[in-house]
């Protein structure tokens, strides 16, 4: 695939992210270049630049395990520009695993709307940013917590 | 201005983010609604919703006063959709007033990349989030916050 | 009443905290000398170098607002030493006024363990710091946060 | 020995201390129980309750790991009480390893005032708690930061 060949579009975005999370390698391959560096909000455990695809996809593999597989993101609205930027906004929410069915604590339950902002090139992304509106980051990085609300050591 | 005639750009957006710094209340008037929403990021006494342009102009001056004016912002990518929004990607820098020249603490300098997501209605934004990525957040609370490294409280 | 009359007792020291919590401005001035100066911990509005015996009743008659009056503080040991230094330990538990009766947020909900550190001159405390334990300490910085959980801005 | 002939002392308190900071494992059972709990201030990789001494001293090897062994404690005051409670309060500081030595940045350099409270039983420590006073703790939190201030992630 050459530049010339390569139309980001919003559903490109929906079709990278959608292959992100089917966990399935060769899927997300097709639009994640392999030196992919990600950086990933917060400060917990978990945060700080991700450099490559593999330690990008056991990021992505860890929230899964965190949520016991709950964890939703729903895409409301899609950028693109012609710098070779996409930025997708999007609603999550995802429940820890092990957490009581009624627990409200923010270590337990996370709710928030963020960006990713992906940067193309050659029609595959190659360096990533995701971001936190408001107290969602709080909660995030709760979530994420190294540390539970009582006080327990989270092995990371 | 009606709907029709709104052709959302990232010349549209430069324009209204100049106004913004500009602090001219009828130039700002031009490009932001009088009861735009904003909601800035972080958790400091600054952070939350500011309902209403003279809020959130407030808080823009505030940012120019602890700042004694050095606050800069570039504008390195500007994306738009047809769903009404705008985000604009910045680097951002400031300087506390009355801090040592040479002082590298984050409670004196700030310093991250983020974005503005901006929501337009009728040629005009109504609503607003900032976010920003990685450690920049931590400083920015930092920055903003209502004690000093010190220990000293910050009247707000 | 001079140095050589005066006997730095855990009596003293529980009388001292049911002075400042009888919020009897005679009373208090009994054990706090007019210039006492106490660091309030955590990183919120409230934090910091509380600088003489006004601003520091007046962090105090805060916390009776912020939790309608809700706040308890069991003290469950004392410590006293020839250097000047009382440490009275202390579990305190509060809920938000306004709070929903079944919230279980820690915006809305605070309970910790802590130490009050009290430095004694002459028979009255000159100096304080209060600390908290594990995780009770994002709790404090929630309860006293400037912003609601769903990133009200709140005034302070 | 027996309760009946332990003594808690200031002496007893500095000499545990002593023995944790030579790291040798014999003279550290000498005053701390094998069965000990301490719950590590802040809210960061190391943080919460470590079970037993082996964790207890693995956190203590840690520290002197990522500060290179420049990590230094002066002990000011000591309390000890008939409730079986000592109270050490202490100055700390610490230069990561690998820092640029003219750096002041908090993810850095790390300089703090606290207080270690241990609970004795049958002459040896069964359970403690550290806290920080002030922005020691942010400074703390940063110093131990599972992410640097330019975002790189740290491994744990």
Redo the contacts between chains.
């Keep these: 695939m050459t530049q010339t060949t390569f139309q980001l579009t919003?559903e490109l975005v929906k079709a990278a992210q959608a292959a992100m999370r089917s966990r399935d390698r060769d899927e997300i391959a097709k639009y994640w270049d392999p030196g992919v560096r990600f950086?990933?909000?917060?400060?917990?455990?978990?945060?700080?630049?991700?450099e490559g695809l593999d330690e990008f996809m056991s990021f992505h593999n860890k929230l899964v395990e965190l949520s016991g597989g709950s964890i939703r993101m729903e895409m409301f609205?899609?950028?693109?520009?012609e710098?070779g930027?996409?930025?997708d906004?999007n609603r999550c929410h995802a429940t820890r695993v092990g957490a009581a069915p009624d627990?409200?604590?923010?270590y337990d339950q996370m709710r928030f709307?963020?960006?990713d902002?992906l940067k193309w090139e050659n029609g595959r992304v190659v360096e990533g940013?995701?971001?936190?509106?408001?107290?969602g980051?709080?909660?995030w990085?709760?979530f994420l917590?190294?540390?539970?609300?009582?006080?327990?050591?989270?092995a990371?």
């Design positions: 919003p950086l990933v909000p917060g400060n917990h455990p978990y945060a700080g630049w991700r609205s899609v950028l693109v520009n710098d930027y996409s930025i906004m627990s409200t604590s923010p709307e963020g960006v902002v940013y995701a971001a936190i509106f408001g107290e980051m709080t909660n990085n709760l917590s190294p540390v539970t609300g009582d006080g327990h050591h989270v990371v």
